[in-house]
């Protein structure tokens, strides 16, 4: 980035002492980093600090300035080339080379990013160098994207070594995490257009000078292929791979409780005083007439050697990335199963006592069931840290369409390591193909940032690790997406991140924030968010106790309809249950347009069932409809006017089927001509999901385009 150079460290005197003593880091080491919870809890040893090159609207360098929320970040012809240097001018057909990512000193590459990576590569055309410790030859030259997606595979095949167990759980999604030591230098070359699009990141540690740090080399893919596989397999499998100890030992106990809180009453789940310790895992299970309401309006306190206010505050459901209601995922720090039981596995140290407590703030009993996992441990006074994860929440944002403003995560003023955040929204927008809530960017400044921070993104669903504001739910070891309620990205959405490879140490400060940049003006748009992180003692935020406003039951509007505008301007709309053949086969429920939604249950394979619809003029359009997924759908294909139509037909069916939700999506047709007057389309049942609980096509609302 264009102000690498203050990103460089100034250590202070009191941090000598510990980089004199500081220990190796291997490829090895790196590897057990991207698994080891209890390395997070203290401060690091050798210091290091993590920073992100992305391709970031370079026009934004002045906080709330002209261009503070500027989106020219990687789409093409940005009027600052995104990039951190230029070695060679573009030629006439637009290639040039560049320098995207630079450093000089010890450290190690953490993550990388590229929008659709190596399924769509569109995110970053051309080709990378990647030179380590001032080598003139690249221990990688290839495609942009196998650097930013499929780095250790992708070194294997150039250099002849096997890709075997190189891949599983190290690439998530358009995210690589593929740790990359260097002792003395890292350099980035980029081969590429800037007219066409480059959209990435490249978070990097540099420690401080004196660390040793082993620089990776191709054969490394060879001595270290074992612990590459058993690192990968507990990525790919946390829930699988990660257990509590079976039994209590003299250094470990197992505390279990079952309670009933009363309306506002508190019960502690568990107390410990006197001695030092930390715990290892945190299981807990919510019970309640109301789940949704009482997932939110629980609240759990975990409180630490006596502070006068609990580290973790946060709703219950929040805390675990499961609100509202329970949304079965399972990623490395937190999992989420289906029966509604959720884990935390986080270290949580302690000097002297720790109380876990839960507070019902709502109106109706619940009942928590509660395990936890407590360890011995020697408290260092020099160097441990407390867990903090506090929640916070803005109902009832008025957002304007395009016009960006920064959200707070967390502003605190100490010592520590920032290690995740989760997302809870209430989306209200209306306009089915096009309500994505995050263009916005996170910026996290870090101790001596001024005007430019430690990490400038490229947009929300960037720095969760995917791309092009997707719908589709999905889990991995370090994020995840496990509500998304549709159609598109409306209504309540859940996004998770965890900095565990690459955890954001701060020695002084950290102010973290992501813009609310929206494509629509909407109104009642509910934005809750909790912030992970380790803090030495004397570390304090901008947190404020939650009101009973903060924690009121999660809603969504009521009988919302959609609107033609942006992307669907021109749209006409038909609500499935007022068309003609839809009598018999509605149900209700505020998730859908005018709160009901067509929903027929086949009995048999090629069934048949068809809606009608009127065009005023014949032509050729785009036809869309908002079909369910259930626990319980079948798989269907459709016929616009008797005949297939591309997107919405299938040769073995369009499958509805989901496991643990109901979401709304949107399935559209390529050109398709409608006659004036009426059109008919006829959804055929094509059976259903083996693991599909029925058959059932439900349909919500249809729309045609010119």
Not at 100 to 128: F, H, K, L, S, Y
Not at 174 to 179: E, F, I, T, V
Request: aromatic residues 12%.
């Amino acid at each position: 980035m264009k102000r690498f150079l203050l990103w460089l460290f100034v250590f202070s005197v009191c941090l000598l002492p510990a980089i004199a003593q500081a220990t190796d880091v291997t490829t090895e080491t790196l590897l057990d980093d991207m698994v080891n919870f209890d390395r997070l809890t203290q401060m690091p040893d050798p210091v290091y600090r993590t920073f992100q090159f992305s391709s970031y609207d370079r026009r934004a360098n002045l906080p709330e300035g002209p261009h503070w929320f500027g989106n020219s970040d990687g789409f093409g012809s940005e009027p600052v080339p995104a990039v951190v240097r230029e070695i060679k001018k573009a030629d006439r057909s637009g290639i040039g080379v560049y320098v995207i990512a630079e450093v000089n000193g010890p450290g190690a590459i953490v993550r990388c990013w590229t929008a659709a990576g190596n399924r769509r590569p569109r995110g970053m055309n051309g080709d990378i160098r990647l030179y380590l410790d001032d080598a003139k030859e690249p221990i990688f030259e290839g495609k942009a994207y196998d650097f930013l997606d499929n780095l250790y595979p992708s070194i294997a095949k150039q250099h002849g070594l096997s890709t075997d167990g190189l891949t599983a759980g190290f690439g998530q999604r358009d995210a690589g995490y593929y740790p990359i030591g260097f002792a003395k230098s890292c350099r980035v070359e980029w081969t590429g257009n800037l007219r066409g699009t480059h959209f990435y990141h490249i978070e990097m540690r540099k420690y401080a000078e004196g660390a040793s740090v082993e620089t990776f080399r191709p054969e490394m893919l060879d001595t270290l292929r074992a612990k590459i596989k058993e690192v990968g397999a507990i990525l790919a499998d946390p829930s699988g791979k990660l257990k509590p100890v079976g039994k209590s030992t003299d250094g470990e106990w197992t505390g279990e409780s079952d309670v009933t809180v009363d309306p506002g009453k508190s019960a502690d789940l568990f107390k410990q005083e006197g001695l030092s310790g930390k715990i290892t895992w945190l299981e807990l299970k919510l019970a309640a007439e109301n789940l949704d309401g009482a997932l939110r309006q629980t609240v759990l306190a975990i409180t630490f050697d006596g502070h006068s206010r609990p580290q973790v505050e946060s709703p219950l459901g929040d805390f675990f990335g499961a609100a509202p209601g329970i949304n079965p995922y399972d990623s490395l720090p937190m999992e989420v199963r289906p029966d509604g039981t959720m884990i935390c596995r986080f270290v949580m140290p302690f000097a002297k006592s720790a109380t876990c407590r839960v507070t019902n703030r709502g109106n109706q009993p619940v009942t928590i069931q509660s395990k936890q996992r407590v360890a011995k441990h020697a408290w260092d006074e020099t160097r441990d840290m407390h867990l903090y994860a506090r929640w916070r929440v803005n109902h009832n944002l008025q957002v304007t369409a395009r016009k960006g403003f920064d959200i707070p995560f967390l502003c605190a003023r100490g010592q520590g390591r920032f290690v995740g955040c989760s997302v809870h929204l209430m989306n209200p927008a209306t306009v089915p193909g096009c309500n994505w809530w995050g263009e916005g960017d996170e910026k996290v400044f870090v101790d001596d940032d001024t005007n430019v921070p430690s990490f400038f993104g490229t947009g929300s669903e960037d720095y969760f690790n995917y791309s092009w504001s997707q719908p589709y739910l999905f889990a991995h070891a370090y994020f995840a997406q496990p509500r998304c309620d549709g159609p598109a990205t409306r209504a309540f959405v859940v996004n998770n991140r965890w900095h565990i490879l690459d955890d954001i140490p701060f020695y002084e400060r950290i102010d973290f924030f992501i813009e609310m940049l929206h494509h629509l003006s909407v109104d009642e748009l509910d934005y809750a968010r909790i912030s992970y992180y380790y803090g030495r003692p004397g570390i304090h935020s901008d947190h404020m106790p939650l009101s009973r406003e903060d924690l009121r039951e999660p809603r969504r509007p009521a009988n919302w309809e959609p609107t033609a505008e942006v992307r669907q301007a021109g749209a006409t709309y038909f609500q499935c249950e007022d068309l003609d053949g839809a009598a018999g086969h509605i149900d209700a429920d505020p998730q859908w347009s005018r709160g009901k939604r067509v929903l027929w249950t086949p009995t048999k394979a090629d069934e048949k069932m068809s809606l009608t619809f009127d065009v005023p003029k014949a032509g050729t359009y785009k036809v869309s409809v908002v079909m369910s997924m259930t626990p319980s759908a079948g798989k269907f294909d459709t016929r616009i006017n008797g005949k297939p139509v591309g997107g919405l037909s299938s040769n073995r069916g369009l499958d509805l089927y989901t496991p643990f939700h109901t979401i709304a999506r949107v399935f559209s047709s390529g050109p398709v001509e409608l006659k004036q007057g009426e059109n008919t389309i006829t959804f055929v049942s094509r059976g259903k999901n083996e693991a599909s609980a029925g058959t059932d096509i439900g349909a919500d609302f249809i729309w045609f385009q010119p």
